[in-house]
């Protein structure tokens, strides 16, 4: 049993209720919820726990669908480009995507948005005509041209995702939009009922909202996914939306606002000002009209949690209006470290974090876990391992499992060592309660184009958005003893906060992470050279402040004392120099992987070169401040404390400093309020690791992926 109780959510499963009491006792359970595709029966409902029953607002209401088709929600289509030959194109509309999933909407107030585009000249067409399901086009011969038109989502996708995946057997569910007024009376008859008849349920768990991120499918089998973004706002998209976004902001958005080029505005781009209206727009439909719903559910005198998941979209937690919701807690399906500090960071009373693996057959990666080939043991500590260090700097109040719990029969080891997390889980929190844990000295800020409103993400999961250096860079912070920022270029363009000592700035040019346009603002490059000449620091990392149009391809080059050749440096002499290496650089970390970086005049130190003389690590005195360069981040446990070694070098703090492990497999946190030392051992090894405090040296051998208190 376990020694301590409370703070996890048990899936139960009607027909199992043996197997659901047995797990609760076990894991300490004092709440069971429903899940998507189970029940609780009545002898579960009564058997002392709390209960969760989880809500999807917009799906499983199809009989509403059918009757008010106008209703379904809708997003924005664009044909792949077609090349014309001859004298006229002709089109076929849909024959490019899933047609189980989208249904043509060619409605007289649809048609008024339909745009043709030559995109060879890259402009709109008023020469074309349709006619069942097909636009043709006359226009130049051998330009490419492109439509975009609204079409109805008829099969919502995280249904259509587990029928799929995980062989769900129902019928085709689709998805509502509160954009309508009948849409909302529905609704919130509908949850006047639901409440009503749920007595027993304490918790209403809003699977999410209304929107749900972007899953686009086609139809060919070697390009099913042909567009996928967990930030990207192109299903909150509809004719009335349209009209109504005008008549507040004042001009029309257009479909090409969307589908820019038919690259769409992924929420990795630098988002202009019609995207941050949109998503303005969005953001109040979503508040004013869930927070009707949620009214009603504490009318019942129930709590209203929401699943930071699915159908999000226009929630936004790190928002400054998310108070308004009225949310009592905020449930996050976390893989990573940097998952668990988003749902820590959200403003609201209860944090819960959703653990992998999920308890289905197949993991969301597509490989198997709880069938035949899979090792939910294995796959349970590696997620907790990046869990773990992300909790020790930042409590959530409680942990819990989804999925099938009658899948958990046949491997007894998982169900023993879920009993030992869960004992974990509550002993790391309860250390919070007597105060944060230390810190070391210099307060770190990330910038990027979203600041704040994307604090701890980028858009969705680890594996996701790993092409992405700065998603690394946030794993590796998870984890590390610092006080982090978020910064937006507006939040600078006055000068950098008072209190921040390093800033990070890291991504691909052109990005929302390393900033893109945004470094074309002048007011922006005088407040960095500001910052770090009087005395601040910058890391920059992979293309951080790229931009084309100015005398050097990165704006930071002045203070990094180097810059990056995209071609323009050709026919120009390079610097040559010694390398420095210092001894802060880990053993395995690695530092490779561009060939571009070049000295700028010869004054920054090459701390690291790769093996054709190429500068990958840099450090640059720029006035009392400093400019460290890194040609690249990917996360691993050499990286992270390459990371926290950088930091403390920029910002010319000491490498060896209380509460911090000499050995990088292994790290620390430190609870002044009970005088409790933490040490974690992120390997399958045992290590032996020494950390000095406020009492000596205290040595110590961690088993493997143990945890040792002190």
Not at 99 to 105: D, R
Not at 150 to 168: D, G, L, P
Not at 335 to 348: H, I, M, T, Y
Not at 438 to 444: D, E, G, R, S
Request: hydrophobic share 35%; with cysteine; aromatic share 12%.
């Amino acid at each position: 049993m376990s020694k301590k109780m409370g703070g996890f959510t048990l899936p139960g499963e009607a027909g199992y209720e043996g197997l659901t009491l047995e797990l609760a006792k076990k894991w300490g359970a004092d709440v069971i919820r429903d899940s998507d595709g189970t029940a609780l029966s009545p002898e579960l409902l009564e058997a002392g726990y709390d209960i969760y029953s989880t809500i999807c607002v917009i799906r499983e209401h199809n009989d509403f669908a059918r009757q008010h088709p106008e209703c379904r929600q809708q997003t924005i289509l664009s044909t792949p480009p077609a090349v014309l030959t001859g004298d006229m194109l002709a089109i076929n509309l849909m024959e490019s995507f899933f047609a189980q999933q989208f249904e043509l909407n060619d409605s007289e107030e649809a048609l008024a948005f339909w745009q043709v585009y030559d995109r060879t000249e890259n402009k709109p067409v008023e020469a074309w005509q349709y006619k069942d399901g097909v636009v043709t086009v006359q226009g130049e011969k051998w330009h490419t041209y492109t439509v975009s038109f609204f079409a109805y989502r008829i099969w919502e996708e995280i249904s259509m995702y587990n029928h799929t995946t995980n062989n769900w057997q129902k019928e085709h569910l689709m998805q509502i939009d509160p954009i309508h007024s009948a849409t909302m009376d529905y609704l919130c008859d509908w949850m006047e009922n639901w409440c009503a008849t749920h007595q027993q349920s304490n918790v209403v768990r809003f699977t999410s909202m209304f929107y749900n991120f972007v899953w686009i499918w086609g139809t060919h089998d070697n390009n099913r996914h042909l567009f996928t973004d967990w930030s990207s706002y192109d299903f909150t998209v509809s004719p009335r939306a349209f009209k109504l976004f005008k008549e507040q902001f004042g001009y029309e958005i257009a479909l090409e606002d969307f589908v820019n080029k038919g690259l769409r505005r992924s929420g990795h781009t630098v988002p202009d000002k019609r995207k941050r209206d949109w998503m303005a727009f969005i953001g109040d439909v979503v508040i004013k009209e869930g927070k009707k719903l949620i009214d009603i559910v504490h009318r019942y005198n129930k709590k209203a949690y929401v699943f930071y998941d699915d159908s999000w979209v226009g929630v936004e937690p790190n928002s400054p209006r998310f108070p308004e919701f009225g949310f009592d807690g905020l449930i996050k399906c976390v893989f990573s470290g940097f998952e668990v500090r988003l749902c820590a960071n959200a403003p609201c009373q209860t944090h819960e974090i959703r653990l992998h693996p999920y308890l289905f057959p197949v993991g969301l990666g597509g490989l198997p876990t709880f069938a035949e080939g899979g090792d939910p043991t294995r796959d349970a500590k590696a997620y907790w391992a990046h869990v773990r260090r992300a909790l020790l700097r930042k409590p959530v109040d409680r942990i819990g499992l989804g999925g099938y719990l009658s899948l958990t029969n046949g491997y007894p080891d998982f169900v023993d060592y879920m009993e030992q997390l869960s004992d974990e889980f509550r002993d790391i929190r309860d250390l919070h309660q007597g105060g944060a844990p230390y810190v070391l000295q210099p307060k770190v800020a990330v910038l990027s184009a979203f600041g704040s409103l994307r604090a701890w993400t980028l858009s969705g999961h680890f594996h996701e958005t790993d092409a992405h250096d700065l998603i690394h860079v946030l794993e590796s912070l998870s984890g590390l003893p610092f006080d982090v920022a978020f910064l937006s270029f507006e939040d600078i363009q006055s000068g950098v906060p008072e209190g921040i000592d390093v800033i990070i700035s890291c991504g691909k040019a052109g990005t929302a992470w390393s900033g893109g346009e945004c470094w074309a603002d002048s007011k922006v490059v005088e407040a960095m050279n500001e910052f770090v000449f009087n005395g601040g620091a910058v890391l920059a990392i992979g293309e951080a402040s790229a931009v084309k149009g100015y005398d050097t391809y990165l704006r930071l080059a002045p203070i990094l004392g180097v810059d990056i050749d995209d071609g323009r440096y050709f026919c120009h002499g390079k610097w040559d120099f010694q390398c420095e290496m210092p001894s802060f650089l880990p053993q395995g970390a690695a530092l490779e992987g561009r060939k571009d970086v070049r000295l700028t005049d010869g004054t920054a130190k090459v701390l690291y070169a790769c093996g054709d003389n190429t500068p990958q690590l840099t450090s640059h005195v720029f006035g009392k401040g400093r400019g460290v360069y890194l040609c690249g981040f990917q996360y691993s446990l050499e990286n992270t404390r390459l990371l926290q070694n950088l930091i403390l070098y920029a910002a010319d703090q000491p490498m060896g400093q209380k509460y911090v492990t000499d050995n990088l497999y292994t790290e620390c946190a430190y609870f002044s309020g009970s005088d409790t030392l933490v040490v974690i051992n992120n390997t399958e090894h045992a290590q032996e690791t020494a950390i000095e405090t406020d009492k000596g040296t205290v040595k110590i051998t961690v088993p493997p992926m143990g945890t040792k208190v002190i």
